[in-house]
């Protein structure tokens, strides 16, 4: 690969955490950024560069909208911070909230719009087919929630441009998440970073059990599915139900293992990024999964949608109103797409329902058991690119069964895959934290040692091109 091919941004192939590239270059970044860690506004500036570097690699000409998006939301903080007329202090917010989904809403939403108006009206649009900026959807609701915390005077506008684009633009997590708040972040801006053994430790430690997340379990468990999502009448009941559930692990250990390796790469560049999941499938009901789930994507709905719509203020009705509300658009923010929309409507309709009956009392195995086939239940809906695809794959459930034995047989190398990754999912979390605190306090040839086997093990498990990330398309 000459060096000129490494800045040049390839429109079929992304740079992706959990590929080789992305390790060459993340090796060179870090080896430059323990020159300059300890100086604020040279390590600033570094980052920055390196997150622009890392969004052109990923959008090409399109990283621009990022440029846009800083600049305009920047200058509107600036002009929030200057005013206190309640009726401009509104204006600017909504100026602010309008320029961000209307850049979101025309890359996304814009072929749905037009597709929905054909049917509905007979018109004759040409759908429109744009690239989507990958990332958009986090950096604009990020942005959003700086513009409101400072309308509401929870934090001040950075007076530093630079400051407010290392913000948007810090590479761990500028594409999937996590969603982070300005009030958690511009404080570690200011702060040199403590790179001290146990924080790198800690974050090779995130980095190697993302990749075992992604690159072992959910690619593996993700071929599979592919299969049977992508020609769903070849297959029977017993293997549909095998790769519905093994989507709900699939898409679990995918964004979760980015996750781990957005919050690993920033402890190795001394910062903290939130957590994004806790445990969601051991949760044994329907909130206790929303607590547990993209958090960092919970917690941005609950504040700056659900309680603004009026949250548990009001009769029971105008709650329920409220939850279906946001988990609609919660969906829609998945994907221009009817069955994200259905996806969030039945989230809505459950938490509404556990908000009704939550008081009933009911042994905690049950409500697991109810909640993991529900949420299962609707990751079809998610998974499937239309109704037709996923009414079929639920219809083939009742098919083939006679067959069972000689299809989990055949299958045998991937019910262990779906029994190991469902295993690690509900194992009590102290193995997890155990095996980090073991990781840590090991020697760094140790450590190497295992990441360089994690590595062989990716090579030699995988049987197709390096795949994104799940989140990527939304």
Not at 213 to 231: E, M, R, S, T
């Amino acid at each position: 690969m000459s060096i000129l091919r490494l800045f040049a941004h390839d429109p079929e192939s992304p740079l992706l955490f959990n590929s080789g590239t992305f390790f060459l270059c993340f090796t060179l970044f870090i080896a430059g950024y323990a020159l300059v860690v300890s100086r604020a506004r040279a390590r600033v500036a570094y980052l920055l560069l390196f997150g622009a570097f890392y969004y052109y690699k990923c959008n090409g000409i399109f990283a621009l909208t990022l440029v846009a998006i800083t600049v305009i939301d920047f200058g509107l903080a600036r002009l929030l911070g200057r005013c206190d007329e309640p009726r401009w202090r509104k204006l600017i917010v909504v100026a602010s909230v309008t320029a961000n989904l209307g850049a979101l809403g025309f890359f996304k939403y814009s072929g749905f719009f037009l597709e929905n108006l054909n049917w509905a009206l007979g018109t004759r649009f040409e759908p429109l087919h744009l690239f989507l900026p990958i990332g958009i959807s986090f950096h604009t609701f990020q942005s959003i929630s700086y513009l409101v915390d400072v309308y509401r005077r929870e934090i001040e506008p950075t007076d530093s441009l630079v400051d407010y684009a290392f913000f948007l633009s810090f590479f761990p997590q500028i594409v999937a998440g996590p969603i982070v708040r300005a009030g958690e972040f511009f404080p570690q801006i200011k702060r040199t970073p403590e790179l001290t053994r146990e924080t790198m430790a800690f974050g090779l430690f995130r980095i190697v059990r993302g990749l075992v997340k992604k690159a072992v379990l959910a690619d593996f468990i993700g071929v599979y599915c592919d299969l049977v999502f992508g020609q769903p009448a070849s297959y029977g009941g017993p293997e549909t139900l095998l790769a519905i559930y093994g989507y709900t692990l699939q898409i679990y250990f995918d964004f979760s293992g980015y996750s781990d390796m957005a919050v690993g790469m920033a402890a190795i560049t001394g910062f903290h990024m939130p957590e994004n999941f806790d445990a969601p499938y051991r949760a044994t009901n329907i909130t206790a999964f929303w607590q547990r789930w993209h958090m960092s994507l919970s917690k941005w709905l609950r504040d700056y949608l659900y309680i603004p719509l009026g949250g548990n203020r009001g009769s029971k009705i105008m709650r329920y109103r409220n939850l279906m509300l946001t988990m609609l658009l919660g969906g829609l923010w998945h994907g221009a797409s009817w069955t994200f929309v259905l996806w969030g409507a039945l989230h809505g309709a459950a938490l509404s329902i556990h908000k009704a009956w939550g008081s009933t009392k009911m042994p905690a195995f049950i409500g697991w058991l109810l909640t993991i086939h529900f949420v299962a239940f609707t990751w079809v809906f998610f998974r499937a690119t239309d109704f037709a695809g996923a009414l079929s794959v639920l219809a083939q459930l009742g098919e083939g069964w006679q067959h069972a034995a000689a299809v989990l047989a055949a299958r045998s190398d991937l019910v262990i895959a779906v029994a190991i990754g469902a295993a690690l999912c509900v194992a009590a979390p102290r193995w997890s934290a155990t095996l980090e605190q073991l990781f840590v306090r090991t020697p760094i040839y140790a450590r190497a040692g295992a990441l360089l086997v994690v590595i062989q093990i990716i090579v030699q498990l995988q049987l197709r091109d390096v795949q994104p990330f799940i989140y990527f398309q939304f």
